[in-house]
């Protein structure tokens, strides 16, 4: 194995599984107790102990968080889109998408639920996680639409490109490395905004992981908490590898960020 | 030579809007299969009658008209900016594919026209290649190659080679007048260079600054083709003496 990768996996893998280890043996050793901190071997039989339970959530909080997400693309970059076709539209939206996003999304989620109403609460969460989502693909799309080349922009006036040609020929592809940088970052807020979703509708009618990390907390059942956590820790590095692999699929041909230096 | 009027600017002046006035009555002809050369300092507006050429800038009074084309614009202009300005997301043949691509022509009838016009700045083998993977010379080559590859009547260049190194700078220059006599261009060139101005062109538009004018119009009438042994001739040493007099001259009397 190559130098670089070592560095980059096996050290990391190495200080996780120390870790755990010092984690089983001071709980052991002191004899903690488990609604205190539970050890790693007591985490994992509760998770195979919950496994189906725990499983279902998983898939509640994955289809919120990967709703939210797609619809923050296909909004952020659509509007981000109108923004570009048009100074009069921008001018008069983009304040009101920056008031949403500086506004703690906690304190608009209350609100959002009494309007959805409790027997839609998976729509009130995929709206309250939307909200959080977008915001970053809209104003880097926003940003990326704006940073064309001028000199470009005047051979494609000079060969008489059209609107249309102008942004998915030259707008679009410049853009394409600022809407992934925010599709990166609104990918970990979705589940964030899911997860926030959840702990506010907290009635017991939603049941995605950070419902049972509550209702664990509740009943001092401190191993399955971990074990939802786990799940969610998991979820959050997934989707964050995912997202970078793929922004490194579609940049590594030509994009600055994506290029290997070999010096 | 061919000498009948390509272009004729008459009386071109422009004013930006910051009050800046770029360019004070400019009146000049250039002839059908010229090599003309625009030579001035920083700020002298030579860029902006370029552009203007173009279409890309409209000027503040005064007309440019085509005779040959009935006074329009043609719809195909070659033009090359300081940087190579290409797409860094597309390959080398797509980048030079673009003015089809604009104009709805398919990859497959574009084809053979684009693997010419790389194969005539030696670029052939590149098709594939991306920018990135490109020295700055070869960058260079391939916007030749786009500006080059729909045979536009005229080539506008908008200092190309002023950020290049002076080997490759020569090479090029070399490469652009070999191209220019093959193909019945006229080319526009815009430099800031005196040796560039002189070893390339029949004509040289000196100009001065504040407000843009043109001061000398001198012509260079030393045969084609020219090859490096012309750069050591007392004659081009004269008219890089003459013109570096008219720059100082007019730099001395600002």
Partial sequence: MEHSRVLRVVVPTLVGIAF?????????????????????????????????????????????????????VVGGVGLAILFSQSRLIEAALFPYAVVLQVTPVVSIAPLILIWVGYDHVEIALLIIAWIVAFFPILSNTTLGLRSADHNLRDLFRLYGASRWQVLSELLLPSATPYMLAGIKISGGLALIGAVVAEFVAGSGTS????????????????????????????LGIITFFALTWAEHRLLRRWHESALKREN | MPSSALIDLKDISKTYDSGTQALRSVSTSIA??????????????????????????????????WPSTDGARPADIGFVFQDATLMPWASVFDNVYLPFKLRGQSVRDASPQIMDALARVGLAEFAKSFPRELSGGMKMRVSIARALVTRPPVLLMDEPFAALDEFTREKLDDDLLALWQAENWTVIFVTHSVYESVYLSERVLVMGARPGRILHDVLIDEPHPRTRAFRATAAYGQRCAEISDALRHDAGAM
């Avoid at chain 1, 903690?32 to 102990?49: C, D, K, N, Q």
């Fill in chain 1, 20 to 72: 755990l280890v010092v984690w089983e043996v001071l709980v052991r050793v002191k004899g903690v107790p488990e609604f205190v901190l539970p050890a790693p071997s007591r985490i994992w039989e509760s998770l195979i102990a919950n496994f189906g339970s725990l499983m279902f959530s998983l898939w509640i909080t994955l289809r919120v968080t990967l709703s939210a997400f797609v619809l923050a």
């Fill in chain 1, 207 to 234: 049941t995605g992981l950070a419902w049972r990390i509550i209702e664990a907390g509740n009943r001092l059942d401190i191993p399955k908490m971990f074990a939802a956590l786990l799940l969610l820790s998991a």
């Fill in chain 2, 32 to 65: 059908q299969g010229s090599f003309v050369s625009l030579l001035g300092p920083s700020g002298c507006g030579k860029s902006t009658l370029l552009r203007i050429i173009a279409g890309l800038v409209q000027p503040t009074a005064g007309t440019v008209s």
